[in-house]
Nanobody, 125 residues
Framework: QVQLVESGGGLVQAGGSLRLSCAASGRTFSSYRMAWFRQAPGKEREFVAHISRGGLTTYYADSVKGRFTISRDNPKNTVYLQMNSLKPEDTAAYYC??????????????????WGQGTQVTVSS
């Protein structure tokens, strides 16, 4: 199993940038597929980005494509989400997630085995 802890959230003006980090426990981090989700008050948890075990394949939600970049540093057991050109609609609690097996439904929250506690991102206009 793996435990995940997010950090890097905060308050930023529209158009600004922020980088989130997700630190994972254990020695088998490289065996997990990783993803970022976000959830705003009163809304469903939505997919943001996914990255393969080796970091060579990534997927993004249409709403963030071209603005956000997911990456990972396996020796440091860390996955990142670089967020540029932030918009007020990006305001949400951001969660990292991990899955130990392959899945065709990478954008579905229920397909991930482990979740972090979340970090709040607030974008002001």
């Amino acid at each position: 199993q793996v435990q995940l802890v997010e950090s890097g959230g905060g308050l930023v003006q529209a158009g600004g940038s922020l980088r989130l980090s997700c630190a994972a426990s254990g020695r088998t981090f490289s065996s997990y597929r990783m993803a970022w989700f976000r959830q705003a008050p009163g809304k469903e948890r939505e997919f943001v980005a996914h990255i393969s075990r080796g970091g060579l394949t990534t997927y993004y939600a249409d709403s963030v494509k071209g603005r956000f970049t997911i990456s990972r540093d396996n020796p440091k057991n860390t996955v990142y989400l670089q967020m540029n050109s932030l918009k007020p609609e990006d305001t949400a609690a951001y969660y990292c997630a991990a899955r130990s097996g392959a899945s065709n439904y990478y954008s579905s929250p229920r397909m991930y085995n482990y979740w972090g506690q979340g970090t709040q991102v607030t974008v002001s206009s």
